[in-house]
């Protein structure tokens, strides 16, 4: 077991992961740019904490009084020094994701494994800006993550066998089945997904169908938990914005091409339910 997990970026996914590690029992330190996000995301996580153990039965109880005194918070990477396995969440933007790894590379032990959550950048890609790229994988963790049963663990071109061997192992101890893949951008799941999101907004746009029509079509009649627009407000608009860009970037397939309606919800701040409101409204 490690003693202690680095987690940067504590947003949505910053979130999930610190509740899932703490309650299983782990020494999280978080990481972000600013105060005030840090101090939001203590509250989210410890609102968090108290009900994902009753809807996933698996996970450990614990008060949140006693999660939080394992849990460590910080503005400056330093703090990462003595971690031996950090999860880097940060925002889907290649140029914020390398410069991070590239101030990464004086502090981090050589022998740390460190794993990109990413939606869909190449994990090739990403390695190319940290020293020893031999520990650096994707593990693409599903939202929530307390909820989830799997993740999709990616494979760079140097990635090892001993970094997937070791990310394998936690993941098991967390109770989440990895699900090897190779690297390529938006790998198995978001490479499909996110074509069912980008039209699922196409057919909103064109006043084809309301929302929860939309979505319905896909619980109902596919038997899916969620509908594409339900998922998109649940990852994040921006985020699905930034990841399209990213499929659209690599690919040159206008399949991948951004749906207008997305962007221009995004460039009015209706990111989903992290603002309360997107294809639906949402009460904090
Ligand atoms: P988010 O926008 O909710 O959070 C990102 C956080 O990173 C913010 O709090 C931001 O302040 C912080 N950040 C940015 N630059 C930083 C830096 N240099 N150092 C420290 N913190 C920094 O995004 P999210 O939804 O949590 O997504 C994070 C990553 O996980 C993205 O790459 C995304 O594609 C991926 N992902 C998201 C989901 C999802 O459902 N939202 C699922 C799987 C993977």
């Known amino acids: ?62 008060s949140p009084k006693e999660a939080l005194v394992d849990l460590e918070m910080s503005l ?7 971690s031996d396995f950090v999860v880097e969440n940060i925002t889907e933007d290649i140029d914020m994701k390398q410069s991070l790894y590239s101030q990464l590379n004086p502090i981090l032990q050589e022998e740390t494994i460190v794993a990109a959550n990413t939606s869909c950048i190449s994990i090739t890609k990403i390695g190319s800006s940290i020293s020893h790229p031999e520990r650096i994988l994707g593990i693409h963790f599903m939202n929530p993550v307390y909820l989830k049963e799997a993740a999709e663990v990616i494979r760079g071109q140097h990635t090892s066998d001993t970094t997937i061997q070791k990310a394998s192992d936690l993941l098991k101890q967390l109770e989440i089945k990895p699900i090897v893949v190779k690297d390529f951008p938006g790998f198995v799941s978001n490479r499909i997904s996110h074509l069912f999101m980008n039209e699922a907004a196409f057919v909103v746009q064109d006043q084809l169908a309301e929302p929860k029509d939309v979505d319905e079509i896909f619980k109902r009649c596919f038997g899916h938990k ?59």
Request: net charge positive; aromatic share 8%; with cysteine.
């Open 1 to 62: 077991m490690y003693e202690k997990i680095g987690v940067i970026g504590a947003g949505t996914m910053g979130v999930g992961l610190s509740v899932t590690l703490l309650l299983r029992g782990y020494k999280v330190i978080l990481i972000d740019t600013q105060d005030t996000i840090l101090e939001k995301a203590k509250t989210e996580i410890s609102k968090t904490m108290m009900y994902a153990p009753m809807i996933n039965k698996k996970l450990p109880r614990k």
């Open 76 to 82: 400056n990477l330093k703090a990462l020094a003595a």
């Open 226 to 284: 969620m509908g594409p627009l339900e998922t998109a407000d649940l990852i994040g608009l921006d985020t699905v914005v930034d990841s399209l860009k990213v499929l659209y970037d690599s690919f040159q397939d206008p399949k991948f091409r951004c749906c207008p309606l997305l962007q221009k919800m995004v460039d009015a701040g209706f990111l989903g339910r992290k603002s309360n409101k997107g294809f639906y409204e949402y009460k904090s």
